[in-house]
């Protein structure tokens, strides 16, 4: 039978993972203690490959059974087996030493279980119970490791990572509908009369204001979510303000574009950016009442508002 990999080394492996394949997710935990970057690490890492295997090449059959296989892995692990990869040493330790509810992890797997069944979604209730699964259930594995006390906290957990994927979901358009899936709710697209332009990658009035109409609810998911902030312990609320911070920023960088996520280069934040929110956090030049952005900048356009919200 093979050796599990020494925790050291299972933890220098999430890391990797984390540097390379979240680059804004890594640059917010930069800002944790070393224990708390590297616990989070270790469950991006998991959930990470997760992803891998609903994603991969192969047939349906192949990658439901490499989803079943992980959720045989993960129990392994926790019960003390963690030989089947890299990650699992460093996982096992995680969930045990931060209490990290084990069927959160199983939800998250469940998500990606979505992906090879369900390529259209409905409604929007279709569509925020898929991103509980693949978002909401990260944003509550983390304020395990971040610590809170508030029991307020695990909802707001949920609302920023609804904000988080909402924010994926409109800069993702046209990549996920080269896989086939629109995450985009159906009743919006008829309401709006905007199906055959998203067909068509073609940006026309009504296909913008259906996008104008997600950012909302982005925004107002980010409005909730951010008052998770005072929740957690004081150490990580640096991590947690700039990961807000940049993401919200996306969803800024979609409006700006009038959302044309067609024809517009993939959104994203410079590197330079990325390194002045990360100073700002670090010196806490945040806000000081919780908020998202320090900035009188009108919101009206995205139906959203400042993101200010107060502490308690």
């Given at each position: ?51 891998d295997l609903s994603d ?62 369900i390529c259209r979604y ?191």
């Open positions: 039978m093979p050796e599990p990999l020494p925790l050291a080394a299972s933890f220098q492996f999430c890391r990797g993972v984390t540097r390379a394949a979240a680059r804004n997710f890594y640059y917010a935990l930069r800002l944790l203690p070393s224990a708390k970057r590297d616990a989070i690490c270790a469950l991006y890492a998991f959930m990470r490959h997760a992803d991969s090449g192969g047939d349906l059959a192949s990658r439901q059974r490499a989803l079943a296989g992980w959720r045989a892995s993960l129990d392994r692990a926790l019960a003390g087996d963690a030989a089947d990869h890299p990650a699992l040493p460093a996982l096992a330790h995680t969930v045990h030493h931060y209490a990290v509810p084990k069927r959160l992890l199983h939800d998250l797997v469940s998500g990606t279980e979505m992906d090879l069944s409905e409604t929007f209730a279709d569509v925020r119970e898929y991103c509980y699964r693949v978002a909401g259930t990260v944003g509550l594995c983390c304020i395990s490791v971040f610590g809170y006390e508030d029991s307020r906290a695990p909802l707001l957990a949920e609302k920023l990572g609804l904000a988080f994927q909402l924010t994926n979901i409109l800069r993702d358009v046209v990549p996920d509908m080269r896989m086939g899936r629109i995450y985009l709710p159906q009743e919006d697209l008829r309401r709006f009369q905007c199906g055959a332009a998203l067909e068509q990658l073609r940006l026309t009035p009504e296909f913008a204001a259906m996008m104008r109409f997600q950012a909302a609810r982005a925004w107002e998911s980010y409005e909730e979510g951010i008052g998770l902030l005072p929740l957690v312990s004081e150490d990580s609320r640096a991590a947690l303000w700039a990961l807000a911070r940049i993401y919200s920023g996306l969803l800024d960088r979609i409006a700006a574009c009038h959302y044309d996520v067609f024809t517009t280069t993939r959104v994203r934040l410079s590197a330079a950016e990325k390194t002045w929110v990360m100073l700002r956090a670090r010196l806490g030049w945040w806000p000081r009442d919780y908020g998202i952005e320090d900035s009188d900048r009108d919101r009206r356009g995205t139906g959203g508002s400042l993101l200010r919200r107060r502490a308690g």
